[in-house]
């Protein structure tokens, strides 16, 4: 992959790890765990999209919090715990290759971002809890134009704010819809795979297709 100039990241899923909320909890929600997760995370992006479709925007905790109350409903989990789990979503773990692989990137002289469904607030306070606020050249919000991905506004931030073309970025997402939004607009866009799933048909194959972030520093 040659003449990058910028390496953008999804969040959500790609560098932090969105389970790791109720994982945190699975002492007090038991074996459902995984499966509330999954579903609190379909049920938020379900609604970006739905939101989007509707024109009817709320920021993504509101979002968040939305979708987990009817996942709390769904799975019948104690009302009592959905502010514990909303503080540990703002907190999220990242996956355990992500620092080394960031650092490492930061040392190629490569502009490094974020661009998320996140609002600004959940994007810094997530990076800083993971001691990461040091590593990134921004934090991009969809809230700067109140459309979620995959709409072509949202991946137009950073290459308007860093005045490069469309195929000197590099995009990384473990998101397939994400992958095809930002690929369709023009970006060299990766999926990270972490789970050997089967990619969408969306009009869209990936630049690049890795397993994890460690496998990006062979391509970069």
Known sequence: MKNIKAIIFDAYGTLFDVNSAAEKCKHKIGDKWEVFANYWRTTQLEY??????????????????????KSMKAYEIDSSMKNELLDLYKILSPFKEVPEVLKSLKEK?????????????LLYQLVKSNNLENIFDDLFSIEEVGVYKPDSKVYDIPTKKYQIQKNEVAFLSAN???????????????????SENIFDNLDYQPSLQIKN??????NI
């Open 48 to 69: 970006t999209w739905l939101r989007n479709l509707m024109k009817r925007h709320k920021n993504f905790w509101q979002i968040t919090e939305d979708s987990l109350d």
């Open 109 to 121: 002289n490569l502009k490094l971002a974020i661009l998320s469904n996140g609002t600004p607030d």
């Open 176 to 194: 397939t819809w994400d992958v095809s939004g930002a690929g369709n607009y023009g970006y060299n866009s990766i999926w990270v795979n972490r």
């Open 213 to 218: 972030l460690k496998e990006l520093l062979d």
